[in-house]
């Protein structure tokens, strides 16, 4: 895993405004100033340490973990039974892999998991497959604050504001970078986004797609891994309380073709990332195939190019499309989430392998969200010969050839 992240030129900062008690991970308000003192002197290079003694610092700190849980009720990923997550003679060699996951929700039933269970509750099963590549991205579909004010007339069913400390669980499983271009990122308002973008500089998680301006939502986070550097840009589309950023307005970065290829082209020419990774928040829900604008924009993506196109929003899984000497992943589903329909359940990852500036291979991991737990696992066989054979058929119609191999699919370029 990568931990070179920088959110275009922004430099590291750190909220001022927090609560008398840093609930529900148990930091004072004084201790969190206290580390985000510390966070920025080393970001400076004044501390002896440096981001490396923050993150240890953090943690150590935050182990109090939610009220009533504790080592007993969050077993390491070693101790829960399941199906090995043993990716032996699965690894395609190449100077970068990345995992690539759906849409991840901390807030709702699964923060209640949290609050019970502990940060890693949701990321348990899956830990070693996360932090197995050198990059692993998802799309976070909350904010993650204590502060701000429900969007007006949305039902708070679906206003989603997780705890600051579940944001700890991206950092245990193994996630270098998140995308925050959603309908969900405002839910709470500008103030909710400011602490949401403060809480993930701090633990060193890449973030995209959102900021405290037009400029900010707009910039890339940029990896740096032994294989080369990596770039991610993401958008989302016009909708309801998708909230654009502006000059001075904190919001998302909208899907406009045109700003995209503006932002492809000074990101090529003035950072020369060796890889580009452009993910959007478009589609229907529970749609099983892209439609005309997704495959106009991600087409385009590609063309002004982009590496990889990845998608998110419709909770299932979507069709692939390579595209020239790109990959299109339409829609990626879901990977921690508490939604009804069973078809939402039904997810994969994508292991991707990124080689000679394009990419080489794409991996399909099968996954299955577990109803009531809403932690993802390995697929039994079963439900991976569903997943796989559903991808497969849908790959097809885009002329993209899915070759499954046991409880694995395949893309080769």
Not at 379 to 401: K, Y
């Amino acid at each position: 895993m990568s931990r070179g992240a920088t959110h275009g030129n922004e430099a590291l900062r750190a909220s001022s405004r927090f609560p008398a008690l840093f609930s529900p991970i148990g930091v004072s308000a004084a201790e969190f100033r206290g580390l985000a003192r510390a966070g920025r002197a080393a970001a400076a290079g004044r501390g002896p340490a440096g981001p490396a003694l923050l993150l240890a610092l953090l943690l150590s700190s935050c182990q109090p973990r939610f009220p009533g849980t504790g080592p007993a009720e969050t077993p390491d990923p070693a101790e829960v039974p399941g199906v090995s997550l043993s990716l032996e003679g699965a690894r395609t060699p190449g100077p970068v892999t990345l995992l690539a996951c759906g849409d991840v929700l901390l807030s709702r039933t699964v923060a209640a998991r949290i609050e019970r269970h502990g940060y890693r509750w949701p990321f348990r099963h899956v830990r070693d497959l996360v932090s197995s590549a050198d990059l692993a991205f998802c799309n976070l579909e909350n904010p993650a604050s204590f502060v701000g004010t429900p969007y007006p007339g949305k039902p708070a069913e679906v206003t989603f504001r997780a705890p600051p400390g579940a944001l700890f669980g991206l950092k245990w499983a193994g996630f270098d970078a998140v995308s925050l271009a959603n309908n969900h990122m405002s839910d709470y308002g500008p103030a909710a986004i400011r602490e949401t973008l403060d809480y993930l500089d701090l633990l060193g998680i890449g973030r995209a797609g959102a900021g405290v301006d037009e400029t900010s939502a707009r910039a890339p986070a940029v990896l740096e891994t032994p294989g080369g550097r990596v770039a991610f840009l993401a958008y989302a589309e016009a909708g309801w309380s998708v909230v654009p950023a502006g000059p001075d307005r904190a919001g998302v970065a909208p899907a406009d073709p045109a700003r995209m290829a503006e932002d492809i082209a000074a990101l090529r020419r003035d950072l020369r990332p060796d890889y580009i990774v452009v993910s959007v928040h478009w589609g229907e829900e529970h749609e099983r195939h892209p439609g005309p604008a997704q495959r106009e924009f991600g087409r385009a993506a590609v063309d002004a190019g982009a590496h990889l196109v990845l998608g998110h929003h419709p909770h299932v899984l979507q069709s692939l499309e390579r595209y020239r000497d790109g990959l299109i992943v339409y829609s990626l589903g879901n990977f921690v989430f508490d939604m009804s329909a069973d078809s939402t359940y039904d997810t994969a990852a994508l292991r991707i392998t990124l080689q000679g500036a394009r990419v080489r291979a794409a991996e399909i991991l099968p996954l299955r969200i577990e109803r009531g737990d809403y932690a993802p696992r390995p697929a039994s066989p079963e439900e991976a010969a569903r997943i796989l054979t559903g991808l497969r058929d849908g790959s097809r119609l885009f002329g993209t050839a899915v070759e499954i191999e046991g409880a694995r699919g395949r893309i080769d370029f």
